[in-house]
């Protein structure tokens, strides 16, 4: 799995845009980028997964460069709920490497 | 996606003494895994549970400390045996397959504390 980079900690105020960054520029042909989050230590939540296209669905939309080398998660109106600690994964296995992840606070 | 139950949710455990915990999904699920979550830290992967043959344990994992079992394309146990303190963490069992079979659910995880 290729290593990724990601910001300890992110504010967000409620009702604005959210927007994670990943760093992933050792990631393969065939990885994956993942994201999930844990809400107050909950198992691990799925979001979204992309492998070069931008993906959305309805809890977020993914922004992956041209070169792979880093994606962007965007909550695009973040609530208090959003509150949580996300991951970023690049996979091409089943397996999953997680990393510290971006600790996101959401606030009124 | 899958309905994945653990129990138990808790426990408080004496040091010396073994936990088995179970893993019970709703559907047929093609791959099952178990992850550890120390206090304050990030998830880490014991093994991979492999139906009807010994489990794929991970660097730093051993299978006398941590046997699997998964008798069944449903259904996975992991028992932590002669526990310490520093066994306190959260086990969580994850699942592969059924429609979505590129993405990862996990159970809400068991909260252990050892004594």
């Known amino acids: 799995d290729a290593k990724t980079t990601q910001p300890p900690s992110m504010d967000c105020a409620e009702g604005r845009a959210a927007n994670l960054p990943c760093n992933h520029s050792?990631?393969?042909?065939?990885?994956?980028v993942y994201w999930y989050r844990q809400i107050h230590s909950q198992g691990p939540q799925y979001i979204i997964h992309?492998?070069?296209n931008n993906e959305t669905n309805e809890m977020a939309s993914l922004i992956i460069t041209e070169d792979r080398k880093s994606s962007t998660l965007i909550l695009p109106h973040a609530t208090l709920r959003d509150t949580a600690v996300y991951y970023c994964?690049?996979?091409?296995?089943?397996?999953?490497?997680f990393g510290t992840g971006t600790r996101l606070l959401v606030s009124p | 996606s899958a309905v994945i139950s653990q129990k138990p949710s808790r426990d408080i455990c004496q040091r010396g003494t073994s936990l088995t915990i179970q893993c019970q999904v709703d559907?047929?699920?093609?791959?099952m895994f178990w992850y550890r979550q120390q206090p304050g830290q990030s998830l880490t992967l014991i093994a991979t549970?492999?139906?009807?043959?010994?489990?794929?344990?991970e660097s730093g994992f051993v299978i006398d400390k941590f046997p699997i079992s998964r008798p069944n394309l449903t259904f996975s146990t992991l028992t932590v045996s002669n526990m310490s303190p520093e066994d306190s963490s959260i086990y969580l069992c994850?699942?592969?397959?059924?429609?979505?079979?590129?993405?990862?659910?996990f159970g809400a995880g068991t909260r252990l504390s050892v004594l």
């Open positions: 559907s047929q699920v093609t791959m």
């Open positions: 994850s699942v592969i397959g059924g429609i979505a079979k590129n993405i990862q659910y």
């Open positions: 994964i690049a996979t091409g296995f089943q397996k999953l490497v």
């Open positions: 050792t990631i393969s042909g065939n990885e994956y």
């Open positions: 992309g492998l070069k």
């Open positions: 549970a492999n139906q009807g043959s010994e489990a794929t344990y």
